[in-house]
């Protein structure tokens, strides 16, 4: 599999995206995803269901409470081309917490070329220059290796594991969680 050279990667808000096509990848991932989402109404893989939700995330996004964002493979003529994932930075909270948590995928079919540590880089890189914020906390099922790997990759920190954290697929589950401060960020050296 080839590694794209940093940058390779870009991040649109989902909301610009045309519905059909973040329906389709939904569609063509939703067994893929299914172990490491919560349980998925059918609704959310029709055009209706994904309108809403793309309604939302733009009020969201304006509001400053959430920045769902399209992952994108940048083409020759520097625009995005199309979406291959999604990259959540959700659960705002200002005051003396100022952080939020981050949640991701990249598409079965472009799996292992180092697109999620491109995208996670940015979104902190968005986090703290662009949103402001002082803290991203990622939560993983410890089974879940790949993206325990994409976090330390980009520099996060694990912090402990979480019991009975988030309802996975019908079950809570237990979260390793993961977090990375403005204090720690850039890493001064990568994994
Ligand atoms: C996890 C996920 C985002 C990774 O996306 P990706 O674009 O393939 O990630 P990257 O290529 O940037 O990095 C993956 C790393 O995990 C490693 N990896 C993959 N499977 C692994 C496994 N079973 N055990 C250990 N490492 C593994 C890869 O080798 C790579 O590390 P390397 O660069 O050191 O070789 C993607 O598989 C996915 O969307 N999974 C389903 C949804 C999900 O788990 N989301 C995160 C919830 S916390």
Redesign the pocket.
């Known amino acids: 599999m080839p ?1 794209f050279p940093a940058n390779d990667v870009l991040l649109r808000p989902l909301f610009e995206v045309p519905v059909d096509e973040v329906v389709r990848l939904y569609i063509d ?1 939703r067994t ?2 299914k ?3 919560p349980p998925r109404p059918d609704a959310y893989f029709t055009r209706g269901g994904q309108r809403e939700l793309l309604d939302t995330a733009e009020r969201l996004w304006q509001g400053g409470s959430a920045y769902t964002f399209a992952i994108c493979r940048r083409a020759e003529n520097d625009q995005p081309s199309s979406m291959v ?1 999604r990259l959540t930075l959700s659960n705002i909270v200002r005051g003396a917490w100022h952080s939020c948590t981050v ?6 079919r ?11 880089s940015h979104a902190v890189d968005f986090a703290f220059q662009t949103a402001e914020l002082h803290r991203v906390q ?4 410890p089974r ?8 330390e ?1 980009v520099g996060f920190h694990c912090e402990g594991l979480a019991k009975y954290y988030l309802n996975i697929n019908g079950i809570w589950e237990n ?1 390793a969680i993961y977090s990375v401060t403005q204090e720690l960020w850039p890493p001064r050296s990568r ?1």
């Open positions: 590694t991932n893929f995803l172990p490491f989402e994932g949640g991701y995928f990249v598409s079965q472009c799996n292992g070329q180092g697109i999620a540590t491109q995208a996670l990622a939560a993983i099922m879940n290796k790949a993206s325990i790997r994409v976090v990759k979260h994994n």
